[in-house]
């Protein structure tokens, strides 16, 4: 029985102290708890999901978004670059973390993207070894799918790229919406092949989603029912809820400071571990764990200085980094020529959708309402000229960022725009991506129509060029962070959001798709009079995130800007680690998640070759 009290953590030898219960965290605990000798001890600040429907149920996929028992509901400061908005920042909350709030696509980069990590001055990281760890995250388990329809849909997958015997389960949905065939003939029509098989480090191309759902249950397969809940019979997996790390504890020991205690919050009360004998992780997502490592004196001094928290090791990058695909949605009123998520509004259609769920995990709420992705490459979206323009934007100077007046942060963003240029001048790289939700995806900025059908296009950055940063809002450890993604600091970001927007616009208006548009709901035909810079100001208007934050605790050279090192350690101590995705230097051309499960994998054995060599 792995749950514990916090009265009840004194009594065990604890070998590790994971903090924070999300994607990453759960895959690390369950692997390093293997060994029956290894004590692991996680602690998370939310609960435990069992039989949730809003998670469980593909159908309801977004459904959980500002519960505020399932997600953190982050929001960041005012983006002055987009109409000084202020945009939710959705994050997962609970054991699993955002692989239970997640769109359930599950998407990889690119090989050279994966590669650049390696470049980036990180052994050992690059394609070959992540797509290991991928696999063996994972078991794909294939759905029926008659050879007419594997051609419309883009289906052949090399089973030597997917996993056969991992936690994670994952399949392609059961059903396939008509409009998803004329959508990817249309993108052909266009220059953008169908790509049958995304997985293996070709990415670019009409795609159809994989996604995390157990086909034989019809339920969503994340971190907390793949990795934890099998193993609840160990007794050396711990497991504390509704617990709230404030800090790590410090003492200086051989010129680096090593944990030799983390404090939480519980019930009201502050407790303590300590006496733990190997390591401390922290786990926590690109956005608390830049928080945590503040709040316990690692980081920025200047930042540190604000709060009254004396500075433990010096590093600038902590929090610096932020970088999430942005984008913006597009939605076209289309014929009715097939039941959509906008037909669910009708409360008996509802009813029987779900009861076919429940008696034959068939029907609309067993499958997904987003499993078209087109991504997209510079030279889709836009000329040579523009090309060029862009890559001349991809300098230290062209981004308004702390990089510009620190030393170690300009070095490394210039080594990352520098690799970024060689994917922009790329045909095979995807700069772009349009995310096909079938119906009105659920926009605060659109207004659905009942009775009315139609298609949505969220048109989203791959690689955006702006840098953004989550520091601190306040000493207080249960206060937000202030995150700042910076949105446009780098003004291509908004030209490239732009161009993506022209294209999904001139899809809806290409064979075969244009014969099922009925016309324009958002953006309208006002804004679509003005031109391009009618669309510029519908984008700072309207701008948002895709939910893959990541870099904030980047896996760099200390000396650009780092707060890992290829081993995943904080720099200047002696046993603290980060296992999430903030370590990723760079944005991705994918959904984060896949890589987030192999990220644990690969940190598990990182951990037991260093403790426990063979």
Not at 73 to 78: E, K, Q
Not at 273 to 299: C, D, H, K, M
Not at 329 to 347: A, H
Not at 353 to 373: C, D, R, V, W
């Amino acid at each position: 029985m792995p749950f514990v009290t916090a009265a009840k953590i004194q009594s065990h030898r604890i070998d590790y102290v994971i903090i924070g219960g999300g994607t990453a965290g759960l895959v690390l605990a369950a692997r390093l708890t293997e060994d029956p000798n290894v004590t692991v001890l996680v602690i998370e600040a939310g609960t435990h999901h069992v039989e949730e429907p809003v998670i469980d149920v593909p159908g309801y996929m977004g459904r959980g978004i500002a519960n505020p028992k399932l997600d953190w509901t982050f929001l960041t400061v005012p983006q002055k670059r987009a109409n000084n908005n202020v945009v939710l920042q959705p994050r997962g909350k609970g054991l699993g973390g955002s692989s239970h709030a997640n769109f359930l696509g599950m998407f990889r980069p690119s090989k050279e993207e994966l590669d650049a990590l390696e470049v980036l001055g990180n052994k050992g990281w690059n394609w070959d070894s992540l797509l290991h760890y991928t696999k063996k995250s994972e078991t794909y388990v294939p759905v029926p799918i008659s050879d007419e329809d594997a051609e419309k849909y883009a289906i052949k997958l090399d089973p030597t790229l997917h996993g056969t015997d991992g936690p994670l389960k994952k399949s392609f949905t059961k059903e396939w919406p008509k409009i998803h065939e004329s959508t990817f003939l249309a993108a052909e029509s266009l220059g953008v092949p169908k790509n049958p098989e995304p997985s293996g480090g070709r990415n670019l191309g009409a795609v159809s989603a994989l996604i995390s759902v157990d086909p034989v249950t019809a339920k969503r397969s994340y971190a907390s029912p793949a990795y934890l809940e099998p193993n609840l019979h160990r007794s050396n997996l711990l497991v504390l809820i509704e617990a709230h790390v404030t800090k790590i504890i410090f003492e200086e020991a051989a010129g680096l400071q090593k944990a030799v205690g983390v404090e939480f919050l519980k019930d009201g009360t502050v407790h303590r571990v300590v006496g733990v004998q190997r390591e401390y992780i922290i786990a926590a997502g690109t956005f608390q764990t830049p928080q945590i490592l503040e709040l316990s004196g690692v980081g920025n001094p200047d930042i540190l200085h604000k709060f009254g928290i004396k500075p433990l090791v010096d590093l600038p990058g902590v929090g610096e980094n932020l970088q999430d695909h942005v984008g913006v949605s597009t939605i076209v009123e289309v014929k009715p020529i097939e039941v959509t998520v906008d037909d669910l509004v009708d409360p008996e259609l509802a009813k029987k959708h779900e009861e076919l769920y429940k008696e034959k995990q068939e029907g609309f709420y067993a499958m997904i309402p987003a499993s078209g992705n087109i991504f997209l490459s510079a030279e889709h979206i836009g000329s040579d000229s523009d090309v060029k323009n862009w890559q001349e934007h991809m300098h230290t100077q062209s981004t308004e960022t702390l990089a510009k007046v620190n030393p170690a942060l300009r070095s490394g963003l210039e080594k990352q725009y520098a690799i970024q240029r060689e994917l922009f001048a790329s045909k095979e790289q995807a700069q772009a991506e349009v995310l096909q939700y079938v119906g009105h995806q659920p926009v605060p900025y659109a207004k659905f129509t009942p009775g009315k059908h139609y298609n949505s296009f969220f048109c989203a950055l791959m690689h955006p060029l702006s840098r953004g940063s989550v520091h601190l809002a306040s000493s207080d450890p249960l206060a937000s962070p202030a995150i700042d993604p910076n949105y446009f600091a780098n003004e291509a970001d908004l030209d490239l959001v732009v161009h993506t927007i022209e294209f999904a616009l001139k899809l809806n208006k290409t064979p075969p798709l244009d014969a099922l548009v009925i016309g324009p709901h958002i953006p309208s035909k006002e804004v679509l009079e003005k031109g391009k810079a009618g669309l510029e100001e519908y984008v700072k208007a309207n701008c948002g995130p895709v939910f893959h934050p990541v870099g904030t605790a980047s896996m760099l050279p200390r000396e650009d800007g780092g707060v890992v090192d290829a081993t995943l350690k904080v720099y200047g101590t002696s046993n603290v680690r980060v296992v999430d995705a903030s370590i990723l230097p760079m944005e991705l051309s994918c959904h984060i998640q896949s890589l987030t499960y192999a990220i644990g994998e690969k940190a598990a054995d990182i951990l037991k070759s260093e403790h426990f060599p063979a």
